[in-house]
């Protein structure tokens, strides 16, 4: 099982930026960023596949966050862009080892979690 330290949360005003990272101890077949506010079910936002780059996004943050990966570091990234209040929330990062089929979103297909980082936005 893949070890993830998250990093990079903080607060910030709207229409502002952070970058989130996450360091892994090993290497993964797919990494993703899911977060969850207070009293909502975990979401994802982004996932990329470690080897190919390929990436998916939530509507909801399309066009406006970017989730990279510097596989020599083991490290993957999300660029937030135009952050807005409703982007509040814990931002957890996941690995998924296993190569497990079903969609990225779906919290169960990773055996990896960070313990998470806040994002706060202010309106």
Wanted: include cysteine; charged fraction near 15%; hydrophobic fraction near 30%.
């Amino acid at each position: 099982q893949v070890q993830l330290v998250e990093s990079g949360g903080g607060s910030v005003q709207g229409g502002g930026s952070l970058r989130l990272s996450c360091a892994a101890s090993g290497s993964a077949y797919i990494m993703a960023w899911f977060r969850q506010a207070p009293g909502k079910e975990r979401e994802g936002v982004a996932s990329i596949y470690i080897g190919g780059g390929t990436t998916d996004y939530a509507d909801s943050v399309k066009g406006r966050f970017t989730i990279s990966r510097e596989n020599a570091k083991n490290t993957v990234y999300l660029q937030m862009n135009s952050l807005k209040p409703e982007d509040t929330a814990m931002y957890y990062c996941a690995s998924d080892t296993r190569a497990m089929l079903g969609s990225h979103f779906w919290p169960g297909r990773y055996n990896g979690w960070g313990q998470g980082t806040q994002v706060t936005v202010s309106s």
